[in-house]
């Protein structure tokens, strides 16, 4: 049943889980519908979810869900690939709250960890003493080690330090009858002791021994002797050569056993320098031939990417996509690192590599052909640059309906041989995949003999998900047939556990399943993962059953196939907008660390709003959904970061037009969406206007009326606006000839700062071009996005359209100064008017100026100005237009460039001006990174920041005043006629 009902016991479940624990338990629709998912192919929505403060709470929690019988699964970031992070269960969400690093000795070098903190956490804590924890999978920056335990993740470095079991010491657990005790290597002495003590936890270590010398043998004999075997209980951890190492036993046993409070971890020595060779290969099985090879040169890492990657990042326009030039020739390519005490070790390493690739001949590849092409990066950015393509093989999978459809499914998605059966099973298993017709995209760990595929299933139609079926049956066989594992990395949740018979010997089944039931007899952790594991094409997010609903809208969704339900199944949870630090995504989450206020979360409660008979049942009219887009900021951080462009400020427009239909909208979206009216009238009288927003006393009463917080600082019109002077400026005659060049007189520039527009009319002026601006009062609406107002701004842009035509008839470039408001005609603008052509035109046709200046002025010899400055892209610059002809263009000028990896500034256009929650998460993300460090800046460093939010955002933050690039342009101007050397 694709949506079964609540148990019948939820609310009075939910009642007494609020009595017994401090931390969050929710039970309603929205919270049930974004755990129901994770990043694999299985949607099950969960009885409710609880977020622990503490151990106490967990056992508390366990104690009242025993009481009813409720099933229980722990989880970490949500990204699990077999389905064993969702199951119609209690989920315990460690992530919140228990993400505390306990201690950390280095001289031990070991860790303790709560269960949800993140990986990179624990790596930068011990980088500072050479160490770190080896395991990294491609999800380090957001993944918990209770995920990477329950898992046994791996990673680009389990070459160099091997997977999470083999870096667990000591677990500290709590099963579900409550039984809660610390665990690790036991030898035989103490095991007795423990046995003859008695209790749950005599009897369970007295199981385990019988399990040990019952099967003994046949876990030697039956469990894949190869580096990344991780199919199957790590029953071999308690075989004596192994220490009856009962922590590593559990390891990888996905949360069916017993549930993680804190972990023991091993560090390992972190090589301070590194050096990289990059081979490049005409097929993805020829790479495959080469790894028994490559491995006798001590790489610590030997990654595998293949040109699908690269075509995928061009066609989303990826910034890592400029940087496939670096790669050597071929289709497909191995990544190998080497580390050192030092760069000349490290380089030696590398260099050794070189010059006996110099000396092969001919070798034995399916195909006969030379050996591959190679090249070594002795610049560390063109070297991280090659990494980057590689760390985004994974999310950039999926595809869009507009850029080709491809699902990028995972469940055979992480198949594990020895590296030096590797090529033959690479040959065999792309013949597979051309026998079924599919297409899969290629990376993984060849180092290790990890295969990652990203494959096309169709999931919708009865024989798509036979065939499905069929395939993973084949490939289980074939991956066997080598001596490998289904799981190399992963687990296999249910979505691989019906297919372990066919890896495993009957014999090892059986003591699989006494293990299960040792740990957990009433089978209440993760029930029917793993052990009695649900069939493997049940619960599936798509499936037969799935009947979304297709909502009409406003926007056209040129790249979805018109569908709204597409756009927002974009998300298939990969979770890079869990990151709590980097990048523009998602700065509400990184304040808040709640999963509705990510990217992911609100994609996945719209996802479910359009399901049929999901737990979202009000649609458009759900309170859930609102109150997730709530803290959405509309910075567009999504649409640049997300893997699959996912963009939340487009849907939240959709939805809030919607959600107000019939409705008054809140004062706000009045007071502030039509900023555009009220600057207009107050620039008949702007003395009067600023008198009265900003006297002492009546100051507050305005902010109350308008929403605005009370601590925001109201921008003050100005005397004159842009446009004004610009018509007394034209009345004396045009001061330059030259092509033309139409100025956008934006409202934020012409109302409040025109002094930007004057810089810039000076600057293009400079460049040799004759400045035009529009007639007539023309804004691009865009407030409007931010409440919903669709059907107003699609007004708005019909009049752009009609006001533009001569100039897009003639082809004249427009200029655009505020990032905000170009984004509109880069953006919003065919997708509201996909057919019409003069959108169309005006799309192709509008620049930033940078964006001008480096494209149609080229040989325009900059000005020079030699200071220091810190620059703040704008959020919509970065993800719709990019920044990288601001970077280029102020290297030119000769600034020493500071930007800083700040993300949002926080003020998002009007979102920091309202009063409330909104602003205090305004501000909690301008002080995450920019705000801090725009106060550690001498005075005479320049602050640039082209948007009139940021500006806005580091004024009220720190009383530092930035400048737009045209100012920064202009003032360089200046300073060169002073002194022209």
């Given at each position: 049943?694709?949506?079964p ?15 017994a ?18 990043a ?25 869900c ?13 990204t ?26 280095p ?18 804590a ?29 990673g680009?470095?389990s ?56 099967y ?39 949360s069916?056993?017993?549930?993680t409070?804190e ?8 090589p301070?320098?590194r ?10 099985p020829s ?31 990826f ?17 190998m ?10 380089d ?13 001949g ?10 591959p ?10 070297a991280?640059?090659?990494?980057e ?31 030096e ?32 595929c ?25 991956v ?25 010997p ?10 299960k ?6 089978g ?8 009695d ?5 049940a ?43 980097g ?17 992911r979360?609100?994609?996945?409660l ?12 009000d ?9 997730s ?20 400020a ?12 019939g409705r ?10 039509l ?8 620039s ?8 009265v ?13 308008a ?10 019109f100005?005397?004159?606006?842009f ?8 009345r ?6 030259g ?16 002094g ?64 905000s ?27 930033t ?17 030699r ?8 959020c ?26 700040a993300?949002?500034?926080g ?75």
């Amino acid at each position: 049943m694709r949506n079964p009902p609540q148990p019948p016991y939820a609310e009075e479940l939910r009642a007494a889980l609020g009595r017994a624990v401090a931390g969050e338990v929710r039970f309603g629709p929205g919270d049930r519908a974004m755990y129901a998912h994770e990043a694999s192919i299985f949607r099950q929505v969960p009885v409710g979810v609880v977020l622990p403060r503490d151990a106490g709470d967990v056992e508390a929690a366990l104690a009242v869900c025993r009481r009813f019988g409720a099933p229980v699964l722990g989880r970490g970031c949500g990204t699990s690939l077999a389905g064993q992070s969702v199951n119609g269960a209690v989920v315990f969400d460690f992530t919140r709250h228990m993400d505390a690093i306990v201690g950390l000795d280095p001289e031990r070098r070991t860790a303790r960890v709560q269960p949800g903190v993140i990986c990179d956490a624990l790596r930068d804590a011990a980088e500072p003493y050479g160490l770190t924890f080896g395991p990294d999978p491609a999800t380090h920056d957001h993944a918990t080690l209770g995920g990477m335990i329950g898992n046994n993740s791996c990673g680009t470095h389990s070459a160099m330090a091997g997977k999470t079991v083999d870096n667990i010491e000591e677990l500290e657990i709590v099963t579900y009858d409550g039984t809660r005790m610390r665990v690790g290597p036991t030898g035989e002495a103490e095991l007795e002791r423990i046995i003859m003590a008695g209790g749950r936890r005599g009897a369970i270590y007295a199981g385990l021994r019988r399990i040990r010398d019952a099967y003994a043998q046949v876990i030697r004999d039956g469990m894949p002797d190869i580096p990344r075997r991780v199919s199957g209980y790590n029953l071999d951890a308690l075989l004596p050569e192994n220490g009856f190492n009962v922590a590593r036993a559990l390891v990888g046993s996905e949360s069916t056993l017993a549930l993680t409070l804190e972990a023991t971890c091993r560090l390992v020595e972190s090589p301070p320098h590194r050096s990289l060779v990059v081979l490049g290969y005409p097929d993805i099985p020829s790479s495959g031939y080469d790894v028994p090879w490559l491995l006798g040169f001590g790489a610590i890492g030997l990654e595998f990417t293949s040109r699908h990657v690269v075509d995928n990042l061009r066609a989303k326009r990826f910034p890592a996509a400029r940087d496939a030039r670096l790669l050597p020739p071929g289709e497909a390519w191995l990544l190998m690192e080497f580390g050192g005490r030092t760069r000349r070790e490290a380089d030696a390493a590398a260099r050794a590599l070189i010059r006996a690739l110099a000396t092969l001949g001919v070798r034995s590849y399916p195909n006969g052909h030379a050996p591959p092409s190679h090249r070594f990066y002795d610049d560390p950015d063109e070297a991280a640059a090659v990494w980057e393509i590689r760390s985004n093989s994974a999310g950039t999978s999926r595809m869009p309906v507009g850029l080709g459809g491809h699902g990028g499914w995972p469940n055979w998605e992480d198949a594990a041989v020895a590296p030096e059966r590797l090529g033959p099973y690479l040959r065999d298993f792309v013949h597979l995949l051309d026998r079924y017709g599919y297409d899969g995209v290629f990376y993984g760990h060849w180092g290790d003999g990890c295969v990652h595929c990203r494959i096309d299933f169709d999931l919708r139609t009865a024989e798509g998900v036979r065939k499905y079926r069929r395939f993973m049956e084949e490939a289980a066989d074939l991956v066997v047939s080598y001596g490998g594992s289904l799981s190399g990395e992963h687990g296999d949740g249910h979505g691989r556990a019906e297919l372990w018979p066919r890896m495993f010997p009957p014999e090892l089944m059986r003591a699989f399943e006494e293990f299960k039931r040792l740990w957990d007899p009433e089978g209440r952790l993760n029930p029917h993962k793993l052990i009695d594991p649900y069939p493997l094409d049940a619960h599936l997010r798509e499936g037969t059953a799935y009947r979304p609903e297709q909502p009409a809208t406003v926007f056209a969704f040129p790249q979805d196939g018109g569908s709204f339900t597409e756009a927002a199944g974009r998300c298939f949870g990969v979770g890079t907008c869990r990151r709590t630090g980097g990048g523009f995504m998602c700065p509400s989450f990184m304040v808040t660390r709640e999963e509705k206020h990510s990217t992911r979360g609100r994609a996945r409660l719209l996802q479910e709003m359009c399901e049929a008979t999901g737990p979202i049942r009000d649609r458009w009219r759900s309170d859930e959904v609102k109150e997730s887009l709530d803290l959405c900021l509309a910075c567009k951080g999504c649409r640049g970061d997300c893997p699959v462009r996912v963009d939340i400020a487009t849907y939240k427009a959709e939805f809030l037009h919607h959600y107000y239909a019939g409705r008054l909208r809140p004062r706000q979206a009045y007071a502030l969406g039509l900023i555009d009216v009220w600057a207009r009238l107050a620039s008949r009288v702007p003395g009067p206007v600023n008198a009265v927003t900003h006297a002492p006393g009546l100051h507050r009463l305005v902010k109350l009326a308008a929403g605005v917080a009370p601590e925001r600082d109201v921008p003050r019109f100005a005397r004159r606006t842009f446009t004004r002077m610009f018509a007394a400026r034209a009345r004396r005659g045009p001061d330059t000839a030259g092509p033309p060049v139409l100025l956008w007189p934006d409202t934020f520039v012409n109302h409040f700062e025109p002094g930007i527009a004057v810089a810039a009319v000076k600057v293009l002026e400079a460049a040799g071009f004759r400045v035009l601006i529009p007639d007539g009062a023309l804004c691009c609406g865009r407030p409007l996005y931010d409440y919903g107002m669709l059907r107003l701004a699609r007004r708005y842009l019909r009049r752009v359209l009609d006001g533009l035509r001569p100039y897009l008839e003639a082809g004249i470039p427009l200029v655009g100064l505020e990032p905000s408001c170009l984004a509109v005609f880069r953006d919003e603008l065919t997708n509201l008017l996909p057919r019409d052509l003069d959108a169309r035109r005006l799309h192709a046709q509008s620049f930033t100026l940078s964006e001008f200046l480096t494209g149609h002025a080229p040989d325009w010899p900059v000005p020079r100005l030699r200071r220091a400055a810190l620059v703040q892209p704008h959020c919509h610059h970065h993800a719709v237009m990019g920044f990288d002809a601001d970077r280029r263009l102020l290297r030119a000028v000769g600034l020493d460039l500071e930007i800083p990896d700040a993300g949002c500034c926080g003020m998002a256009g009007s979102f920091g001006y309202e009063a409330g929650e909104r602003h205090r998460v305004s501000m909690a993300a301008g002080e995450r990174v920019l705000l801090p460090a725009v106060r550690e800046c001498p005075p005479d460093t320049l602050i640039i920041a082209d948007g009139f939010s940021c500006r806005g955002q580091i004024a009220d933050g720190t009383g530092r005043t930035a400048l737009h690039l045209a100012e920064v342009l202009a003032l360089a101007i200046r300073e060169q006629r002073k002194d022209p050397t």
